[in-house]
């Protein structure tokens, strides 16, 4: 099977309030090297931890889905995801 792969031209930054929590949020988006695959890498966090958007990685999935480990985890991906 083959796939097509495709990434962003330049880096997308976003801001706003999440949506569950009512926090002040930013995200921001980087093109990616190939095979690479969609990465979500928490920005405040010191040992700069990241979590690939995989099935195998959801630790959550009530009223959004949510990735991460035992330590901090990302939520309601499956909007940017499917944007993507």
Not at 9 to 37: F, N, Y
Not at 54 to 72: C, E, M
């Amino acid at each position: 099977m083959s796939s097509v792969q495709q990434t962003l031209r330049g880096k997308v930054l976003l801001q706003g309030i999440g949506l569950h929590t009512g926090e002040s949020v930013a995200v921001s988006l980087h093109p990616a090297p190939v095979d690479h695959g969609v990465r979500f890498i928490c920005g405040g966090d010191p040992d700069a931890r990241s979590v690939e958007a995989h099935v195998q990685h959801v630790v959550d999935t009530r009223l959004a889905t949510s990735i991460g480990d035992q330590v901090w985890r990302v939520s309601t991906i499956e909007h940017l995801l499917s944007a993507l």
